[in-house]
C-alpha cells in the first residue's frame, strides 16, 4: 500500500505525472540533465509506491504538431538510467501507442509520452480546445501529479486543465520550489541581493519592479545590463540593446535611488567585435563600460565587476541569481558568471540562502564545474520562478488549490 501526498493509495492506479523535461540538447545528446535528475524522485515515490507511472512532458517550442528534432525519445533513456529501470516510451502522447503502453503497465513501472506539445491542443489559447486535449490525457489515467515547476506559469492542457479533471496533488518538486520562493518573498533575511542577467531586460521587467521593493540591492550583468548603461548616456557599440525599454531603465534607476536600493551595474565590460560564433578564435578586450567601442560588443562584465559585484554578496543573507554574466559557453567569456556563483558559494558557507533560478544560470553553474550542494537551492524554474517573484498568480498552482480533488 503506498500513499502519495493526499491521493491516498496509488498501489495499481495510473497516475499522470507532468513533469518539466524540457533540457538542452545537442541534436539527440542532452547537454544537461538537471531537470531530468531533479525529476526522478517523485517518479520514484510513485514507483516505490506500486502506482502505474505515466509521465507527460514537453521539449523546446515545437508548434502543435510531431518534430523528430523536439522527440523526447532522447530524455526517456536517460530517465530510465536515473532510475535504474526500463521506462517505457510512447510515440504519441494520447494516441494508440500511448494506450497501448498504459496499458501494458504493470504495477511501479513508468512510460514516457511523447512531447506533449505535438498536439495543437496543448497550448491552445482556446479553452475548449485545451480541454478536449485535456480529456484525452486525463483518460489516460486515475489521478494527476503536477511536478513541473518550470511550467506552472502556463496555463497548459497537460499543466492546468488536466488538474481540472483528475484528483490531483502538488508533487515534491514543486512543493520544494514553492517553498524556497517563499523564504524569497516573506521577510527575507537581510542583507538580500538579487543579481539579474541574460539577454533581455524586456523578460526581467516584472521582477524588477516587484523587487525594488523588497531587494536591498540589485546586481545587473548579462546582456540586459547595455540597455541600462545606454539609459545612463553610455555608447554601447554594437551590444544588445532593447531600445524600447531605455524610460523604462531609466525610471527603474530614479527609483532605486529614491527607495534606497542600490542598483550596481559594472563598470568595466569585456568586448569583442564578433559574438563568438567557432569561425575565430575569441579576441577578448576589457574596457571601461562607459567607453565601449562603436565596433566592439559587451560579452561578459569585466573583472573589476566580477570583484565588485562579489564585494556586494560578501554579507548578504538571502540571494536571487537569475541569467548568466556573459556569453559563459565560451571560455573567454565565462569570468563574469563564475564570479558569480562563487560569491554565492560564499553566501552558503555563511548559512545565508543563495537561490539559482532559471535554466540557464542552473545549467551555467553546473558547466562550469560547481557542486550543486554549494547552492542553497537550484530551481528547475526560469519563467516560472520570476513570475512567482512578481507576485504573479502561477496558473499551475492556484489549479492545484482551486480544482475539486
Ligand atoms: C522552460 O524551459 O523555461 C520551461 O520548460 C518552460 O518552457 P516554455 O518557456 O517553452 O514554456
Ligand atoms: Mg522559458
Redesign the pocket.
Known sequence: MGEYAGLGDVQGKRVLVRS?L?VPLDGTSITDDG?IRASVPTIRTLVDAGARVVVTA?L??PKGAPEDRYSLAPVAARLGELLGADVAFATDTVGESAKAAVADLADGQVVVLENVRFNAGETSKDAAERGAFADELAALADAFVSD?F??VH?KQASVYDVAERLPHAMGGLVATEIDVLRRLTVDPERPYVVVLGGSKVSDKLGVIDNLLGKADKLLIGGGMVFTFLKAQGHEVGKSLLEEDQLDVCRAYLARAEESGVQILLPGDIVVDTAFPSGERSPEPRVVPADQIPADALGLDIGPASGADFAAALADARTVFWNGPMGVFETPEFSDGTRAVAEALTGVTTRGGLSVVGG?DSAAAVRALGFDEDAFGHIST????SLEYLEGKELPGITVLEDAQS
Open positions: 518539466d524540457n531537470r514537453h523546446g517550442r513541473g518550470g511550467v502556463r535554466g524554474g526560469g519563467g516560472a
